[in-house]
């Protein structure tokens, strides 16, 4: 695994749900494979936010990845 998630390499591969400058979200469209688990997820939150609240509802998982600046968490559903 990398250091860090590189949504550039796999962008074409998802689509994006949000973007707020400091927060991303994807949607995975091809079996894009988590940082954490190495299975695909179903969406991936990329924020450089200190704080962050989740609503998990629909998720059987969640898989997070701490780098430098930026916190990564996917959703398995
Ligand atoms: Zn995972």
Known sequence: MPDR???????HRMKLL??????TLYAN???VPCP???EA??????????E???DLADA???CVARE???LVVCTHD
């Open 68 to 70: 430098p600046d930026r």
């Open 60 to 62: 059987d998982r969640l």
């Open 36 to 38: 954490a688990c190495g």
């Open 5 to 11: 998630f590189d949504q550039h390499a796999v962008r």
């Open 52 to 54: 962050h609240s989740f």
């Open 29 to 31: 469209r091809d079996d």
């Open 41 to 50: 997820f179903g969406r991936i939150l990329l924020t450089e936010r200190r």
């Open 18 to 23: 949000r973007s707020d400058g400091d927060v």
